[in-house]
C-alpha cells in the first residue's frame, strides 16, 4: 500500500498536510527503539548483577519501565519522537494534528499488547494493512496517527501586525477567508488589497481605527494567536 496524503485543520484554523507513515518505515523505526532499549539493558546488568538478587530486581523494573514507558516518555516530552521515530523522520500526533499528550500516549502504548496478538504483532500488522492510514489498533482507540516529520506545515505566512480581536465572534467561513487574504496579501498591490477588503461589508465595524485592509490582517493576526 502506498502512503496517502491525509489534510487537516487544527483548532487554530492551521491546514496541515499530514503524510501517514507505512508499515515498513514504522517498523523499522521500532526496532531501532528495540535496540536502544536493549543497550540499556544490557548496559545496566552489567553493574546489577554485582549486586545479587536485589540486582536483578532492580534490573526487571528497569526492563518494565523501558518496554511500558520509554515510548510515552520520548512521544510526550520529545516532540511526538522516540529515537527510532526520529532517525527515520517520524512523529506521533492526534488524528487532528495537534501534539500527542500523556492520555493518548498511554493509550496507544498499552494497547501494543492487544497489538501483538497472536504473534508478532500481528493484529497490528493487520490492522495497518486495512486502514487507509496505517493505524494499529492502539492508534485507533487513542485517535493518534504516526506521520512523516517533514510533511508538516506551520503558521500561515502572513505578514506581523499588531493583533486586532473582533467585536463579535466570526463564523468559520470568515475565518479562513480573513487567513486566506492575509496569506496572499503581500503578493498584492495596496490598491488590490483595498479593493479585496472592500468586499467584506460586514467587517466594517470591526476594529474600530483602523481600516480596510489594516483591519483585516489584524484580525487575521488575532485569529492565529498573536496578542501584540
Request: aromatic share 8%; proline share 7%; no cysteine.
Amino acid at each position: 500500500m502506498l502512503d496517502t496524503l491525509r489534510p487537516v485543520t487544527t483548532p487554530e484554523l492551521i491546514e496541515l498536510q499530514l503524510h501517514p507513515a507505512g508499515l515498513m518505515p514504522r517498523s523499522l523505526a521500532w526496532m531501532i527503539d528495540m535496540a536502544v532499549r536493549m543497550g540499556i539493558t544490557m548496559a545496566l546488568g552489567v553493574p546489577l548483577s554485582a549486586l545479587g538478587r536485589f540486582g536483578g530486581g532492580l534490573l526487571l523494573l528497569v526492563y518494565f519501565l523501558l518496554e511500558w514507558f520509554y515510548p510515552v516518555f520520548f512521544e510526550v516530552l520529545g516532540d511526538g519522537a522516540t529515537p527510532g521515530k526520529r532517525s527515520l523522520g517520524l512523529k506521533v500526533l492526534n488524528d487532528d494534528g495537534t501534539p500527542v499528550g500523556w492520555g493518548p500516549s498511554l493509550t496507544r502504548n498499552l494497547l501494543r499488547a492487544a497489538d501483538f496478538l497472536p504473534v508478532g504483532y500481528g493484529l497490528g500488522i493487520v490492522s495497518m494493512l486495512l486502514h487507509r492510514e496505517f493505524r494499529r489498533l492502539g492508534d485507533i482507540v487513542a485517535g493518534t496517527v504516526v506521520v512523516y516529520r517533514d510533511a508538516l506545515g506551520g503558521l500561515p505566512a502572513i505578514a506581523n501586525a499588531p493583533a486586532l480581536a473582533p467585536e463579535e465572534p466570526l463564523d468559520r467561513m470568515t475565518q479562513r477567508a480573513l487567513l486566506a487574504f492575509a496569506e496572499r496579501a503581500n503578493s498584492l498591490t495596496p490598491a488590490r488589497q483595498e479593493e479585496l477588503a472592500d468586499l467584506v461589508p460586514f467587517l466594517a465595524d470591526q476594529g474600530r481605527g483602523q481600516h480596510g485592509a489594516a483591519r483585516l490582517i489584524g484580525l487575521a493576526n488575532y485569529l492565529v494567536g498573536r496578542r501584540t
